[in-house]
Every structure is written in structure tokens, then in C-alpha cells.
């Protein structure tokens, strides 16, 4: 029962951290129609952001935070007016291939960035390490980011607790966005209907930038929650973020809450398959739980093809 609950809080973490991911994909996708791959490279960037200002600068670690936050976002609006704004009107697939593009440039970017190194920001909120209902042993030794074990106790770690709060506050405060703001309304007229939107005066362009901005500022967000990792983080990490595809499949292309919900999905399949499949069915393999996600996606497919919460297209002939 400890195993199976220790299990559970890391997989909701996980699933926090690609909610917020497939989130910003489903809001430049309702937008825009297109599926921005270059998310995972947004993500990485607000690892690598926030750390230098924590600890190149030695600034404080809510300073890195927003700092990452505001950078990555304006990053992501000069990527979509440079780049995405000459492909409006042009096939959704060929916008899509161009985003693969920037995700291909982005990785060697964030190679040289990084170098050989493996970066951490450690424990930024200096709370140590929970352990549950039990005892911890005598001789035990603590190591920064990763709990000390418990006897008869359930041991977890900060970092998922704060990636369940964090992933749960930002998620929340962006649905009040979307419902009342003004701009939040905007960009839900858009997305129903670009020609009547602009046509009650709302700027396509403008909310278009605004999407990307809000997508980059969520990948930061995933992305400074991957840098307090234990062990640390390299720029091959960037490819954690493409685990939030299965997420919004299994959720809906086109829906908020289902992206919320499959990441919620993926990330407890993740954590429960890499603790009982290397017992239950070693046959699978070493490290089946990378694939579990792309497993759980291809189910769902076969059951519903728009996904749990996917909205269906109507086509009248």
C-alpha cells in the first residue's frame, strides 16, 4: 500500500507537469489550428533561464521564476511573428512542419546553452525531505532532493507536492483568465470562429502572439519544476515535454480540461508502470514505462478517435 501511494503522489506530480505542457499546446491549437512541437524547447529554456539567474546572478528563486516566465513567453511571441505569422492561410500540416523545424533548431540551441553539463536548482524552498507515519532510520543520510527512506512510513518527495500545488494554482488561474478577462474572451471567440471575431473587431494577429506567449510561459513553468528535479537536468530532457502529445490525444486536441485530465492520465500510467512492470512483466523490457504513455494514447484512439473530451467533427455532404 506505501508503494502503491508513493506511486500515485509521484504520478500526479509527473501528470501536473505535462498538464501545464499539453495545456499551452491545446491553447495554440484552438488559436491557431496548428500543433506547436517546438513546446519542449519553451520548456527547456525555462530550466536553463531560471537557473542562470538563481545561480549565475545569485538572485532569489521567485526572481529566476518570473524571470524565466516573462523571457520564455516573449521568446515564444517573436517565434510566432517571425516565423508562424507568414504561414496564416497557409495548410495547418505545413504550419505544423515549421514548428518541428523551430523544435529541431531549438535542441542544438539548447545543446550549446547547456554544453556537457547537467544543471539543478537544487532545493529552492529549503524544506527538506517528508516522510509519513513512520520513522526515519538512525544511520540514515540525508541527500538534497531525494527523500530519506522511512521505516513503516510513506516517503515523498517536495518536488512532486509542489508540482501537484504549482500545476493545480497556474491551471486554475488561467481558467478565471480565459472565462472573465477580456482578452480571455477574445481568445475563446477566436476559437470557435476567427472570421466573426474579427469581424466584432478582435485582432486575429494579436491574439494569435498572445496564445504562443501564454503556451511559452507554461512550458517555463513545466520546465523550472523539471530543474528542481533530483539529479539534475541536461538538454536531452527537452524530450520529456513531447510526452505531453499522449496527453492531449487522450484528452482532446481541442480541450483545456481534457489536456489537464490525460496529463493527469499519463503521468500516474508512468509512475505505476516504472514501479510494478519490471516485477509484474519483465518480458516488456527495460524502461516500458517511456512507452506507456504512447500505449495508453494508441487505446484511447481505438475507443475515441477525438479523444475523452475531443470535439467531433461534423461533416455535411
Do not use: H
Not at 550549446?112 to 526515519?136: A, H, M, Q, Y
Not at 541527500?143 to 518536488?159: F, K, S
Not at 512532486?160 to 504549482?166: A, E, G, L, P, S
Not at 494514447?297 to 455532404?317: A, C, I, N, W
Amino acid at each position: 500500500m506505501i508503494e502503491l501511494l508513493e506511486s500515485l503522489v509521484r504520478g500526479v506530480g509527473l501528470g501536473g507537469m505535462y498538464a501545464l505542457i499539453a495545456v499551452g499546446f491545446v491553447i495554440i491549437y484552438r488559436a491557431t489550428g496548428v500543433l506547436n512541437f517546438a513546446q519542449p524547447i519553451f520548456m527547456i529554456l525555462g530550466t536553463y533561464i531560471s537557473f542562470t539567474i538563481v545561480d549565475t546572478l545569485g538572485l532569489p528563486f521567485p526572481v529566476g521564476v518570473a524571470g524565466a516566465i516573462i523571457a520564455v513567453a516573449a521568446i515564444a511571441m517573436g517565434c510566432e511573428r517571425a516565423v508562424m505569422r507568414p504561414m496564416v492561410g497557409r495548410p495547418p500540416f505545413a504550419a505544423a512542419l515549421v514548428t518541428i523545424g523551430l523544435f529541431a533548431a531549438g535542441l542544438v540551441v539548447t545543446a550549446k546553452l547547456f554544453g556537457p553539463s547537467v544543471i539543478t536548482s537544487g532545493d529552492p524552498w529549503g524544506l527538506g525531505n517528508f516522510c509519513i507515519g513512520g520513522e526515519r532510520p538512525a544511520d540514515a543520510v540525508e541527500i538534497p532532493g531525494i527523500p530519506l527512506p522511512c521505516q513503516d512510513g510513506l516517503a515523498i518527495n517536495y518536488t512532486d507536492i509542489f508540482k501537484i500545488v504549482t500545476a493545480a494554482v497556474v491551471i486554475g488561474l488561467l481558467g478565471a483568465w480565459l472565462a472573465r478577462s477580456r482578452y480571455g474572451l477574445a481568445m475563446r471567440a477566436t476559437a470557435m470562429d476567427q472570421e466573426a471575431a474579427m469581424a466584432q473587431g478582435i485582432s486575429a494577429g494579436r491574439i494569435f502572439s498572445l496564445s504562443w506567449a501564454i503556451a511559452g510561459a507554461l512550458a517555463a513553468v513545466g520546465g523550472i519544476l523539471v530543474g528542481t528535479a533530483a539529479g539534475g537536468v541536461a538538454a536531452a530532457a527537452a524530450l520529456v515535454a513531447l510526452k505531453a502529445l499522449p496527453a492531449i490525444i487522450i484528452g482532446g486536441l481541442d480541450s483545456i480540461k481534457g489536456a489537464v485530465i490525460g496529463g493527469l492520465i499519463v503521468g500516474v500510467a508512468e509512475a505505476l508502470t516504472k514501479t510494478y512492470q519490471p516485477d509484474a512483466a519483465p518480458w516488456l523490457g527495460a524502461n516500458f514505462d517511456v512507452v506507456m504513455p504512447y500505449v495508453l494514447m494508441f487505446v484511447v484512439l481505438l475507443v475515441q478517435p477525438y479523444g475523452l473530451y475531443g470535439t467531433k467533427e461534423v461533416q455535411r455532404v
